[in-house]
């Protein structure tokens, strides 16, 4: 390892790693944790991460060092964090908080393994040659988020069967929205269903996607499998209340905030593997060897004081099958 510092971006401020732990420690091996999203926002899948790296046998400051980066939703920030990253040469690198951070890893660091929790399908993306023998320098969990548009529509039309127009929320900068759209128009027609894309990247964007959905007099809302609006939840929620709009979700954390519905795979089941995974690299275990964990929990989450807001009776069936509801 090099001798100059990892700077730990906490918050969005820089905090140097404690001198005590690193004279005491000299030989413990460090995982540089990245995430793209805010650290107040990924608290709950961190706390997932360690429980995972513990049962491999490591504790946080006992045998192993972390260092925290997060580009708090700011994408042109990661080339140079992970450039950094690579730099210091870290034992393990964590790639999470969206697909552009786990591809801003790889391009960066050729031989440094690399541990993902990734939403996309990372052999279409190009960052394993195969699912079950990843080769070259990366491995971890996907939660395919971007597979279950359809499941998620087919979930908004029984919870809404009167809703024909349906607004579709996307990020044009999300790598996997190409096929994502694509199967989602195509169980839309299945389903007899109108699809109205509306694209998003930022703040005003949304705002202008809402308008538009309200023009265009769309009768539910289901928005794409994206970091950034996890990110950007409390906006999105928001919106979708001002114009009584039903909406679907991929994650938890947003019915959480007041949204009505998600649909999705469990998150902090992927962060707990991803420990898991770079404990096991840790004492010598190759990213190349090890199979990508696919997701195999999935939730179904329903907020009863939003679907009141807006006047929406959720169907006694849709309640029976939910993990959870949120009164």
Not at 83 to 100: F, K, N, Q, S, Y
Not at 217 to 227: E, F, G, H, T
Request: hydrophobic share 45%; charged share 20%.
């Amino acid at each position: 390892m090099r001798q100059r510092d990892f700077m730990a971006l906490l918050g969005g401020s820089a905090v140097a790693w404690p001198f005590a732990a690193r004279a005491q420690q000299p030989a413990m091996p460090v995982i540089a944790f990245l995430s793209g999203q805010f650290a107040s926002q990924v608290a709950p899948f961190v706390a997932a991460f360690r429980e995972g790296l513990k049962s491999a046998g490591y504790v946080e400051g006992e045998n192993v060092l972390i260092v925290f980066r997060y580009a708090d939703s700011q994408r042109d920030k990661l080339p140079a964090i992970v450039a950094d990253l690579a730099r210091d040469g870290p034992a393990v690198i964590v790639a999470t908080g969206g697909t552009p951070v786990t591809l801003a890893a790889k391009a960066a660091a050729s031989t440094i393994p690399i541990v993902f929790a990734i939403g996309g399908d990372p052999v279409a993306l190009g960052v394993v040659a195969n699912l079950n023998r990843p080769g070259g320098n990366a491995t971890g969990a996907c939660y395919f988020f971007n597979t279950l548009g359809p499941k998620r529509l087919e979930i908004l039309h029984e919870l809404v069967p009167k809703a024909k127009v349906i607004g579709y929320l996307v990020n044009p900068t999300n790598p996997s929205l190409e096929s994502e759209s694509r199967e989602m128009q195509n169980a839309a027609r299945a389903l007899g269903l109108d699809v109205r894309v509306q694209k998003a990247s930022n703040q005003r964007e949304i705002d202008l996607a809402f308008a538009s959905f309200a023009q265009e007099c769309v009768d539910a809302v289901i928005s794409a499998a994206d970091v950034m609006f996890t990110i950007r939840r409390d906006q999105v929620v928001s919106l979708a209340a001002r114009h009584a709009l039903p909406a679907s979700y991929h994650s938890r954390e947003i019915p959480e905030v007041g949204g009505l519905t998600s649909y999705g795979p469990s998150q902090a089941q992927a962060y707990r593997q991803a420990g898991i995974y770079t404990g096991r690299i840790l004492k010598g275990e190759k990213p190349g060897d090890l199979p990508v964990v696919q997701a195999t929990k999935f939730e179904l989450i329903f907020n009863l004081k939003t679907a009141k807001a807006i006047g929406l009776e959720i169907p006694p069936t849709l309640l029976a099958r939910a993990d959870e509801v949120i009164e």
